[in-house]
């Protein structure tokens, strides 16, 4: 549904942005306008990962210069088809959902993007606008204020999508699937997002590069349910499985 929160949950220090990379170049490919707000890696980093994902290259074989023509020719055409990715780097805690709004007008004003997806890297670095900071309590506001963004009918967001860490003891679940009250700092972001995904692997998966992104909680769809991808952390890619590797997984 429109303005739907999604949420990957995962162990820090993992592959939630790599996914979340690989998330807004799922959506280049669908013809969508995606803005992509960075609060802890920087822009140069993220447009780096992005360029790695879309060539499938490493970050040394991107930075080498020769794959600039081919990697600027995928991106022109994502554009010409429609699809747009604005990435914009905003200070930690200094940053709340007003100050996205602002920039969205502003880009709206000057170039007349509207976008349709918000990704945010992550969430719980905003800060919120009620001056709340106590973790628990700026982390629920920041949740509900991003709602209330991605329904403000002159945006019309469809998606936004964020990432979380999980608790310490949370950590055993890593091989099988998380649940709602392994989420760190703020219980009530099961409350105020749509879904949340948890970012899972066993000894197998690791060994044979595969992730499962399994289902944690969803308000309209399944309770329960996977997607697996193929994982090349070198290149920033992630390939779903088609349905004959599902089965023979």
Not at 106 to 122: N, V
Not at 222 to 244: C, N, V, W, Y
Request: hydrophobic share 35%; net charge neutral.
């Amino acid at each position: 549904m429109n303005g739907s929160i999604i949420v990957l949950l995962d162990k820090p220090k993992q592959f939630k942005t790599g996914m979340l990379i690989n998330v807004a170049r799922g959506y280049l490919k669908m013809k969508k306008k995606v803005l992509y707000i960075d609060l802890e890696n920087g822009e140069d980093e993220i447009q780096i990962r992005l360029e790695q994902s879309v060539a499938k290259r490493t970050k040394k074989e991107i930075l080498s210069g020769d794959f600039d023509e081919k990697t600027q020719k995928t991106l022109r055409k994502y554009k010409r088809l429609g699809a747009e990715l604005v990435v914009k780097r905003f200070p930690a805690f200094a940053t709340n959902a007003h100050h996205i709004q602002v920039y969205m007008d502003f880009l709206y004003r000057e170039y007349g993007i509207r976008f349709d997806e918000l990704i945010i890297d992550y969430a719980a670095l905003l800060g919120a606008t009620s001056g709340k900071i106590d973790d628990n309590d700026r982390i629920s506001d920041v949740y509900v204020e991003l709602a209330n963004l991605a329904s403000n009918p002159s945006n019309n967001i469809e998606h936004i999508w964020t990432a979380h860490h999980i608790k310490r003891d949370a950590h055993k679940r890593e091989e099988s699937c998380y649940e709602g009250n392994d989420i760190a700092k703020c219980i009530d972001i099961v409350r105020h997002s749509q879904a949340i995904f948890g970012l899972n692997r066993n000894d197998d998966d690791l060994a044979n590069d595969v992730f499962r992104m399994e289902v944690v909680e969803q308000r309209d769809g399944k309770p329960f349910g996977r997607a697996l991808f193929h994982m090349d952390i070198d290149r920033q890619f992630a390939k779903e499985f088609t349905p004959s590797q599902r089965r023979k997984h």
